[in-house]
């Protein structure tokens, strides 16, 4: 079959689930977006494979995904400020990588009262039935904070500000 749209996507999976329609066979097409993975469709049997710094950032577009980082490589090294991804309740298995140079960013809440707290970690929050295991991480960062009645709240953390799920040999 013909699919100019998918031009970008790997095909990793092609099973026929029905037979005898109208149109002829239908069939489940997984796919891996190339453009976000090296390699993978996300799942506990074919997690995404992480081999850049770059891919890296991608785990926004895909909270919920098994992932692992590639072991032939030893070290990500990051470049600019990373913003702490809101969510994450996937797997991340970093196969005992080290990520190094992660200068953390914030990533700034607004509460009702117009109080501003700023959070500043690899992930904001992790979810239940997530999990982050085998994973070096090195930080060049500094925060201030002043003890100003209007200054901003700031939390700071390794991997989670909030963690509700397991982190586990990081």
Known sequence: YYLPYMARYKVVELQFIKSGCLLG???EIKVADQSL????????????????A?????????????????????TLTMSGTWTPLERFGGVLDGNNVTISNIA???NPKTTEGGRIFQY??????????AEIRNLNLIYNTSVGYSNSPYSNDIYLAGV???NKGIIDNV
């Open 104 to 106: 953390l960013g914030t």
């Open 120 to 129: 500043s970690s690899l992930f904001e929050t992790l979810l239940a039935g």
């Open 160 to 162: 989670a500000v909030t």
């Open 37 to 52: 993975f090296a390699e993978g469709s996300g799942t506990k049997e074919d997690p995404y494979i992480i081999n850049s």
């Open 25 to 27: 066979n239908t069939a």
């Open 54 to 74: 770059n891919q890296l950032t991608n785990l926004q577009y895909r909270p919920l995904s098994y992932i692992e980082i590639d072991r032939n490589v030893s």
